[in-house]
């Protein structure tokens, strides 16, 4: 049995996970020199801030085309992001498989082109049942670029600092996702809704040129297997098991999402609170600010404790947006989140690897971001049901703060779990 103290040691979670070459404390401390920041880390942020951007210049664009160009309602604009998340979450396994095959700059060079081919037809849909299809086919593909990038980050940085490249790599996520509704705007404002699709074409064509000087693979060796191609004999799950765990964790983290997005703006029109904009920006920049300043901590931490601060820190963040309805209490409730659970991803995504060999990384990343997916799919009618039942909207901060409460039981099972195969095999 572990004893508490063993429990309690920063990098507990991080060797227990690894299972050959495990990490000694002053072999961690030592490999913090390694180099993180290289010409193939750099390209590969890059083109993730323009993916990101081209991606989320489309977003605010979506629920006013089909109002007004297209004449739909609440539903029909509902179903034109949902069917987003259905047909990602089905192709996230499939994509994973072909990134362990053909290399992660196919995942990215070539996922980013394709995106921009598909979101450029949006501009040539003039049916719903059009934009439909095209919804369908960018959520199939867009997530090729995502699985490879989140692969690659892993496979360029030292095995010590993956948790600090994790934080780099989705800032530079993040930096893409806060001007694009921006850039869209613009650009349907000046061109029409045709312009701003355009635009995101542009911005993910960018991505696609940019991710062209992007290794295939990283170990040499990768290559190899690569080459020799899967083997029939060896039989391949669709999910990758290891990186479940991680990937439930995320979605009750993420829960917060549909709270923030899809109830703060109706809570706030209801009380006339007024606008919504400056708070989801004070949130963004608090995130951007703390996984600059704090990119270490999950590697000096461990996964565990990390991931526990940031799902107490969302917790409370939705609890104060729900108790305290003013425009203040939104403001602060936002600052909670955005500085309790800025580091949750970067965490998790260096748990849903660790001791995955690298030439199956790709699998993993599928199986981990597909929960990003589901979160945002089944989030917003969860926690409309709640709000429903419950006759008020207030219930829904109620609801995800329950909810990414209730992650803190799951991550120290996965932890005690993880703890007791390492005691096993010793």
């Known amino acids: 049995m572990p004893t508490a103290a063993r429990l309690n040691e920063p990098h507990v979670f991080r060797v227990e996970v690894v299972s050959a070459g495990s990490l000694s404390r002053s072999q961690v401390v030592g490999n913090q020199n390694q180099r993180l920041l290289t010409a193939h880390f750099l390209i590969l942020c890059f083109s993730a801030f323009f993916s990101a951007l081209g991606f989320s210049s489309a977003l605010p664009l979506i629920s006013r085309f ?44 070539g996922g980013s082109f394709v995106t921009a081919v598909i979101l450029a037809l949006h501009a040539l ?27 690659l980050t892993t496979d360029l940085a030292p095995e010590s600092r993956r948790g600090e490249a994790a934080s780099y790599f989705s800032v530079a996520i993040y930096g893409g996702m806060a001007f694009g509704p921006w850039v869209g705007e613009l650009a349907s404002d000046r061109w029409g809704f045709d312009g701003g699709f355009l635009i995101g074409a542009i911005c993910m064509g960018i991505a696609a040129v940019i991710g062209c000087w992007l ?9 190899v297997k690569a080459a020799e191609g899967p083997n029939p004999k060896q039989k391949q799950k669709l999910l990758y098991r290891s990186a479940l765990w991680p990937g439930a964790v995320l979605a009750m983290g993420l829960m917060i999402f549909p709270a923030m997005q899809g109830f703060m703006p109706k809570l706030l029109d209801e009380r006339s609170l007024g606008d919504a904009g400056p708070i989801f920006a004070s949130y963004g920049m608090i995130v951007l600010f703390m996984r600059l300043i704090c990119s270490k901590l999950p590697d000096i931490l461990g996964t565990a404790k990390t991931v526990a601060i940031a799902l107490i820190g969302s917790s409370i963040g939705m609890l104060i947006m729900g108790s305290f ?12 989140i955005a500085a309790g659970g ?7 995504m260096v748990a849903a690897v660790d001791g995955v060999p690298s030439n199956e990384r790709a699998r993993a990343m599928g199986t981990f971001t597909m929960f990003f997916e589901l979160s945002g799919g089944v989030g917003g009618p969860i926690l409309g049901i709640v709000a429903w039942t419950a006759g008020t909207t207030v219930a829904a901060f109620y ?25 096993n095999r010793q």
């Open 342 to 348: 800025s580091l949750l991803y970067p965490a998790l």
């Open 399 to 423: 609801g995800a703060s329950l909810i990414a409460l209730l992650g803190l039981p799951v991550l120290f099972a996965w932890n005690r779990n993880q703890i007791s195969k390492q005691d």
């Open 215 to 223: 290794p295939d693979f990283v170990n040499p060796d990768d290559r």
């Open 66 to 109: 089909v109002s007004t160009d297209l004449g739909g309602g609440d539903l029909k604009i509902g179903i034109a992001f949902g069917i987003f998340s259905f047909s990602a979450v089905l192709m996230r396994p499939w994509i994973g498989r072909l990134g362990d095959w053909k290399g992660r700059r196919v995942l990215i060079a």
């Open 325 to 336: 309805v003013s425009r203040t209490g939104m403001f602060v409730g936002a600052a909670v």
């Open 125 to 151: 849909a003039d049916t719903y049942t059009w934009l439909l299809v095209a919804r369908l086919a960018m959520g199939a593909v867009q997530g090729a670029f995502f699985v490879g990038t989140v692969t």
